[in-house]
């Protein structure tokens, strides 16, 4: 069945310092990927998305770039803030079956002034 | 512009209980979610609905039943509640023909004793 796979952290980085956080996938067909955050005590919200191979989201100063011969939608970002604080979730839609959206495990991410 | 609202916030049960989270959204949305998210496994879908009328299993749905009242409303219940229940609760709804992002509301935390 369909997987997202990701770093689990925590991870804790200075302030202005480059972010990663890596994201791999499994899924039949062509799917649809995302990047949520959930800042603390709230509910989940869209980052960005990428709908097809090699497409760019953005927001915020993050981006990710589908890719599909590795199976992959990491998140970057080159200046992080301490506002960035939050737990990061890719997720994957399929085409096929719009309905079910899989969440991998979440990474958590602490900046320090 | 209420987006995703669910009640209530905070819940606390004993073993055997039953319960009903409410869950309604304003935004004319076909599809709507239940997840449960728990320290280290992110988000789990419990069940979900694609349309009015219309329910289908995640991959924990053990334990709960839901219900689509209308296109609005999507309540998910407790009948006997155990301890492993214990956990944060989000709704979300998507709009399939839209951007196909998921909205969500700000969780219930819900304590089994």
């Known amino acids: 069945g369909n997987s997202v796979t990701q770093m689990e952290g925590p991870v804790t980085l200075s302030e202005e310092a480059f972010l990663t956080i890596n994201c791999t996938y499994t899924?039949?067909?062509?799917?649809?990927l995302f990047w949520y955050v959930q800042y603390p005590g709230e509910g989940l919200q869209l980052l960005l998305k990428a709908t097809k191979a090699d497409d760019k989201g953005s927001n915020k100063g993050f981006e990710a770039t589908y890719r599909k011969e590795t199976t992959s939608f990491h998140l970057e970002k080159g200046s992080v803030q301490v506002s960035d604080s939050a737990v990061y979730f890719c997720?994957?839609?399929?085409?096929?079956?719009?309905?079910?959206?899989?969440f991998g495990p979440g990474t958590s991410l602490s900046v320090i002034p | 512009n209420a987006g995703v609202t669910q009640t209530p916030k905070f819940q606390v049960l004993k073993t055997g209980q039953s319960m009903t989270l409410q869950c309604a959204q304003d935004?004319?949305?076909?599809?709507m979610y239940w997840y449960r998210q728990d320290p280290g496994m992110g988000l789990r879908l419990i069940y979900y609905?694609?349309?009015?009328?219309?329910?289908d299993k995640g991959e924990v749905p053990n334990g709960y039943n839901v219900s689509r009242l209308n296109k609005r409303e999507f309540s998910l219940r407790l009948e006997s509640a155990a301890p492993s229940q214990t956990s944060v609760y989000f709704c979300a709804s998507r709009d399939r023909a839209g951007a196909n992002v998921l909205t969500f509301g700000a969780g219930s935390r819900l304590t089994v004793l």
């Open positions: 935004m004319n949305h076909n599809s």
């Open positions: 997720a994957l839609s399929e085409k096929t079956s719009y309905d079910k959206v899989i």
């Open positions: 609905s694609a349309s009015e009328g219309t329910t």
């Open positions: 899924a039949t067909g062509y799917p649809s």
